[in-house]
């Protein structure tokens, strides 16, 4: 199971952290993800990283504002989102996946609820 928090609304040029908590002894197998998806848009891959953390990679529209991280003995995924836009405005999924980290939602196996970031200018 997949729960995120630390949604909200924010001030474009702020800065806010999402969290997702994992539960299962296996948490730290898996690689993992975060996805967002605004109304009427397709979800849209925005981090990934591997299972050991060593790894990780962005979708070009947040790269260098974005930091993907995780903490495997407290089973927690973090998205630090600095310098947020406008367009960053969707709702926020993480996502577990058995395989590579990847940037396309259809290889990740388990998702959580979403959180909804809003950004206002």
């Known amino acids: 199971q997949l729960v995120e928090s630390g949604g909200g609304l924010v001030q474009a040029v702020g800065s806010l952290r999402l969290s997702c908590a994992a539960s299962g002894p296996t948490f730290r197998t898996y690689a993992m993800g975060w996805f967002r998806q605004a109304p009427a848009e397709e979800r849209e891959f925005v981090a990934s990283?591997?299972?050991?953390?060593?790894?990780?990679e962005y979708a070009d529209s947040v790269k260098g504002r974005f930091t993907i991280s995780r903490d495997n003995a407290k089973n927690m995924l973090y998205l630090q989102m600095n310098n947020v836009k406008p367009e960053d405005t969707a709702v926020y999924y993480c996502?577990?996946?058995?395989?590579?980290?990847?940037?396309?939602?259809?290889?990740?196996?388990?998702w959580g609820q979403g959180t909804q970031v809003t950004v206002s200018s």
């Open positions: 996502a577990a996946s058995r395989g590579r980290f990847s940037d396309k939602w259809d290889e990740y196996d388990y």
């Open positions: 990283i591997t299972w050991s953390g060593e790894s990780a």
